[in-house]
């Protein structure tokens, strides 16, 4: 157990200075570096969504050691992508954030899950072009959500 509570402690402090570092970097990364870095995080967020989906189907299953071991797993890969989302200059000024957010979710019910409903559609995958079109409507009510705060979210709580 202490070997845990350490190897958590010093990723967390690693994290953190690479966060504080990441800031200054994101501007002077080459191009190749910043795909590979595009590249990374797309891989992080799925295995902390892939690990969190496997540790669920496990304590479902009664294997609650296993469902741990998963979930402290996904923790650390979600610490490495916030690392490296620092690095990429993922996140910014909250107005700029909210701002990417709306973009976001409005091409993904506009254009992105349109398509996919569309071509599951063809390919005769009817339930998957179900669910692609309730997520598309999901989507536009983020949509809908961040503009609504513009005015809210710049203002301080």
Excluded: C
Excluded at 111 to 117: I, T
């Amino acid at each position: 157990m202490k070997d845990r509570i350490r190897s958590a402690l010093l990723s967390a402090t690693a994290t953190a200075m690479l966060l504080s570092l990441g800031a200054a970097l994101a501007d002077e990364i080459k191009p190749e570096t910043r795909r590979d870095l595009q590249v990374a995080l797309q891989k992080e967020a799925y295995s902390v969504l892939k690990y969190r989906a496997f540790a669920e189907n496990a304590r479902k299953n009664g294997k609650v050691t296993l469902a741990a071991l998963l979930e402290e797993t996904a923790k650390f890969e979600e610490q490495h992508f916030f690392a490296e989302a620092k690095m990429y200059g993922l996140v910014g000024e909250d107005w700029n954030n909210l701002a990417n957010a709306i973009v976001s979710e409005y091409n993904d019910y506009t254009d992105n899950y349109v398509k996919l409903a569309e071509r599951a559609e063809e390919n005769g995958d009817k339930q998957i072009a179900t669910m692609y079109r309730e997520i598309a409507a999901d989507e536009e009510k983020h949509h809908k959500n961040f503009k609504a705060a513009i005015s809210k979210a710049l203002k301080p709580d």
